[in-house]
């Protein structure tokens, strides 16, 4: 089975500009995390969609927002890019959890971006 | 929100011997605490979970033990190797939204030295 796929893998951008990054889940995983990742800050949830729905949202600002697609594939945008988005963003999918399902998340490689 | 406090930052230890890494958390309806593994450059992945109804768990030479009334869980890697250099998150199940999300510590920085 393919693991969770991140595209683009590096990207540059400049201060202002809007970024956008897609994330394909493993076969069957209808749920999807976003995860920012920077050193010393470790990972810093952003939102998780299912059935394209946003289940839940992590404390950062509305210049950071996802959607996903009905083949459970998701993309997150970054608008009005700062040098402090400069990170690794990591993309997870998970199989729903029922109460007692634990849900384990499957990463995928990240997307790094680096804003100058 | 959930806070889940991680200690050490970084932890040095000579090959063979034990390593112990500690996790705080404030959301007393946290009930599920995993524990992943980042390699240098490559992906985190799960290595050991816990759920709230056990107090001890162990997988050859990692355990994890929790301790639900001090909120507090633990890394436990005995008979250490250089291959578990790595970087382990902890984290925990936050049911602040409608279906919980995992929310997970700074991390810790473990160097085995040959």
């Known amino acids: 089975k393919a693991g969770v796929t991140q595209t683009p893998r590096y990207l540059i951008k400049t201060r202002g500009q809007q970024v956008t990054l897609s994330c394909s889940p493993i076969?069957?995983?209808?749920?999807v995390s976003w995860y920012q990742q920077t050193p010393g800050q470790g990972l810093q949830f952003l939102f998780e969609?299912?059935?394209?729905?946003?289940?839940n949202k992590g404390n950062f600002p509305g210049r950071f927002s996802g959607r996903q697609f009905s083949n459970s594939r998701s993309e997150m945008n970054v608008s009005t890019l700062e040098l402090g988005d400069s990170a690794l963003y990591l993309c997870?999918?998970?199989?729903?959890?029922?109460?007692?399902?634990?849900?384990?998340?499957?990463f995928g490689e990240g997307s790094r971006l680096t804003v100058l | 929100g959930e806070n889940v406090e991680q200690h050490p930052s970084t932890l040095s230890v000579q090959e063979g011997d034990s390593a112990v890494i500690k996790c705080t958390y404030s959301?007393?309806?946290?009930?599920?605490f995993p524990w992943y593994k980042q390699e240098l450059g490559k992906r985190p992945q799960l290595i050991i979970d816990?759920?709230?109804?056990?107090g001890e768990k162990k997988d050859q030479r990692i355990a994890v033990t929790l301790n639900k009334t001090a909120k507090h869980f633990s890394l436990h890697i005995t008979e250490t190797q250089p291959e578990d250099s790595a970087v382990y998150f902890c984290?925990?199940?936050?049911?602040?939204?409608?279906?919980?999300?995992?929310?997970f510590g700074k991390g810790t920085k473990l160097s085995v030295k040959p």
């Open positions: 997870a999918s998970s199989l729903p959890g029922l109460s007692l399902n634990t849900g384990e998340l499957f």
């Open positions: 076969s069957g995983h209808r749920s």
């Open positions: 969609y299912f059935s394209e729905t946003q289940r």
């Open positions: 959301d007393s309806a946290s009930n599920y």
């Open positions: 816990i759920r709230s109804n056990v």
């Open positions: 984290a925990t199940k936050y049911y602040g939204g409608s279906q919980g999300n995992l929310i």
